[in-house]
């Protein structure tokens, strides 16, 4: 859900929303999606804090957005053994993973048309923006050692000790 939200935060946070300033319009979300509430409260939130009046009465404009994606899509690469299960025995091996880079993407992309209410001409065409956010998850196995000591540090209130 975060990464759908950041997604369309950017999104919307890219409109070029100068020309509709203190303009009053009304809003219309258009999406694929069954249920876009959350995006379309959103935007209209968003563009009134930003200056424009959306409401419907009197409006010098109808701004119809089209939301063409919100979502997420996920990928892996993976170097190791998967885990498996040992046939006969039933004994359940766990993943052994040398490298894995597990991906989560979400996307979110605006168009926006501002129409003459009164003729439905259109007056004007805001760039189309696209948001995007990702969360990545690594393992990497690595080998390495070290050692930790403190033998060679002197007492509290010992004279130091002068090297040879």
């Known amino acids: 859900q975060l990464l759908v939200f950041r997604a369309l935060e950017r999104a919307v946070g890219r409109l070029d929303v100068e020309r509709l300033r203190d303009r009053r319009v009304t809003l219309d979300i258009v999406s694929q999606l ?3 509430k959350f995006a379309a409260t959103y935007l209209e939130t968003w563009l009134r804090t930003h200056g424009v009046k959306v409401g419907s009465d009197q409006a010098d404009l109808r701004l119809q957005v089209f939301l063409l994606t919100l979502g997420t899509d996920h ?3 993976f170097i190791g053994v998967p885990a498996f299960q040992v046939p006969v025995l039933a004994i359940p091996v766990p993943e052994i993973a040398i490298f894995k880079w597990i991906r989560n993407r979400g996307r979110a992309d605006l168009r926006a ?52």
């Not at 990702?134 to 000790?161: C, E, N, Q, W, Y």
């Open 75 to 77: 990928g892996q690469s």
């Open 34 to 36: 069954y249920d876009h």
């Open 113 to 164: 048309f501002a129409f003459d209410p009164k003729t439905d001409n259109l007056v004007d065409l805001l760039p189309e923006t696209t948001g995007r956010s990702k969360f990545d998850d690594f393992t990497i196995v690595v080998v390495l050692g070290f050692s930790v000591t403190d033998v060679d540090d002197p007492l509290r209130g010992s004279p130091v000790a002068d090297e040879p």
